[in-house]
Every structure is written in structure tokens, then in C-alpha cells.
């Protein structure tokens, strides 16, 4: 387990020595159903209570509540059981024995494989649900929807966490994420390039 800290890297141990020890999972299937489940359900739930509490007539205290509770459980659920059942990955803040406050990213060696699905549908809402967060974000500013601000900013900034600690797990610290999107996007163009260079 490589775990990446803001001033040293140490290996430590994430995961059970039983499962690290030859459990791997098909390239393709589902290993982890439940995870994945609830990786999705709080999600999905406070984005329809969202869309369609007024619709339905609950009053706004009460869905405010619902969906802050379902942003929390979902928050705990992808950081500290999704991404290290998932991907592999885990984040945290850790509190030294004198008073220092540090961030803590963990990844896994590549010992164990994960489901490429499972990675894929991991990352999917890891993006998606920010995406979709800030895009509320917005139509609350310019529909003058003041009362629902803090609670699509708590769920941006909740789901925004989530993005950025596992974004800085998969890539460390080391690594700037602008140079990760800057080669990203690099790579990108020139695929796109070469796509056009060889259909002409």
C-alpha cells in the first residue's frame, strides 16, 4: 500500500493480508454489488429529493434535512468504504501527537486487481455528481432560490472533497493536478489528430 502524505511517502498496510494475498477479481465483473449500490443510492436519492420535493408538496425544512442526511451518509460512504472496496484508494486527516494537522492519501500497489467496471462506475459518479451539484449551484443564483443555496453548496463542497481526496490519492501528491489534466487533454488532442490524419 503506497500512502502519500504532504511531506513523506511511507508504505503502509490498507487492506486485510487475506484479501491482498490472492483474491482478484475478473476484468470485468462485480465484486463489490453492495458498495457499488450504496456508492450510487445516497447520490441519486438527494439529487430526486432535490428535483422533486416542491413538486411533491414537502415542506422545504424537511427536505433540507433529507437531503443534508443523505449528503452525509453519502460522503462517508464513498470515503471511507467505496474507494478502498472500488479502487483502492482512502484518504483522511490525521492529527499528529503535537497538534500538527496533516492530509493522509493511500493507493493500493497493484497486488489485488479491481473491476474495471467497478472503477469505471466509481469514477463516473465521482465526477458526475459535482458536475451536477454545480450546475444546481447556478440555477439557484440566477432563479433567486436563496433558501436552497446552502444546501447545493454543502453538497458541491461535499462532493467536490470526495473528487479532489481521491483524485490526489490516485495521482499523489508529487504530482501536480494541473500537469495531470495539461496531459490529459494533451493526449486527447493528439488521438483526436492521428484519428483525422488516418481517415484522410
Known sequence: MKMFQENNDEDVSLFDAEEDSGKRSKKGGVKHPVALFFLLLFR?????????????GASSISSMVCIILLLSADFWTVKNVSGRLLVGLRWWNQVDDDGQSRWVYESRKGAVAHSASEARLF?????????????????????FRIKWLPVVVM?????GANLYGYVKC?????????????????R?????????EEES
Open 44 to 56: 441519486v436519492c438527494a439529487l430526486l429529493v432535490y428535483l422533486f420535493c416542491e413538486i411533491f
Open 188 to 196: 486527447q488532442f493528439l488521438k483526436q489528430a492521428l484519428s483525422k
Open 123 to 143: 469514477w463516473l459518479g465521482l465526477v458526475v455528481a459535482p458536475v451536477l451539484w454545480s450546475l444546481l449551484t447556478f440555477t439557484c443564483l440566477i432563479y
Open 155 to 159: 453538497a458541491l463542497v461535499l462532493n
Open 170 to 186: 490516485k495521482y499523489g501528491t508529487k504530482t501536480s493536478l494541473k500537469t495531470v489534466a495539461t496531459n490529459y487533454f494533451g
